[in-house]
């Protein structure tokens, strides 16, 4: 068992980014068993779950002429365009069937506002805007963080360089989370959080 400062954040792991979902992330059903098994070690357990109005700025759908995955800019920055996901009490919204959420204390939703999206689990992507994440750890007593979950290269990513610039040991493990890689982002991401002091193990 860690100790009971050590957190164990899961990020995204919902049908819309499993198999079959509407924003499927490849072979993203294969982080379920190995969260489940890291989940027996952690006192302090947080899910993340994106959680979209039905709408929301991110969607392509929203920008006529324009497709999934390309980019746009948006006043707080570029944005990629997804396909519509993760809609507020939607199938594709909820936890993967077999992910033991009972596990959990707390569940974060982010990404609600209209016209902001929020890859990060503590701030939305102004960089500005905080979740409360932050808070809830600090209030729990917790200096180390463990990131798993999907995607790699976008929510982790985003989430895993917040932890450690907010000052909280970072780590995350790899064979727990799956990736976009979208243009090389996956890439970009490895050496964004390896500069922030992200460690990354297998
Ligand atoms: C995510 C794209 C859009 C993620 C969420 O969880 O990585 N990616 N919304
Ligand atoms: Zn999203």
């Excluded at 079959?20 to 006192?43: C, H, K, S, T, Y």
């Excluded at 109005?53 to 006529?64: D, L, R, V, W, Y």
Aim: glycine share 8%; with cysteine; charged share 20%.
């Amino acid at each position: 068992m860690r100790p009971e400062t050590d957190a164990l954040i899961v990020i995204d792991v919902q049908n819309d980014f499993c198999e079959n979902g509407a924003l499927a992330v490849p072979d993203g059903d294969a982080v379920v068993a190995p969260i489940n098994r890291l989940m027996a070690e952690f006192q302090c357990i947080v899910l993340s779950q994106d959680w979209h109005p039905a709408g929301h700025s991110s969607f392509a759908s929203q920008h006529p002429g324009r497709a999934p995955f390309e980019l746009t800019q948006m006043p707080y920055g570029p944005q990629v365009l997804w396909p519509d996901h993760c809609v507020q009490g939607s199938a594709g919204a909820a936890f993967h069937p077999d992910l033991h959420t009972e596990r959990a204390q707390m569940i974060l939703r982010k990404g609600f506002r209209p016209s902001i999206d929020s890859y990060s689990a503590f701030f939305e992507n102004d960089h500005s805007t905080a979740t409360g994440l932050e808070g809830y750890l600090r209030s729990r007593g917790i200096s180390r963080v463990t990131l798993v979950g999907l995607a790699l290269d976008f929510c982790v990513n985003f989430s895993a360089v917040d932890a450690a610039r907010l000052g909280f040991e970072t780590e995350v493990i790899v064979s727990a989370c799956r990736a976009i890689d979208l243009d090389g982002s996956l890439g970009a991401a490895q050496t964004g959080m390896s500069k922030a002091g992200v460690r990354m193990t297998a």
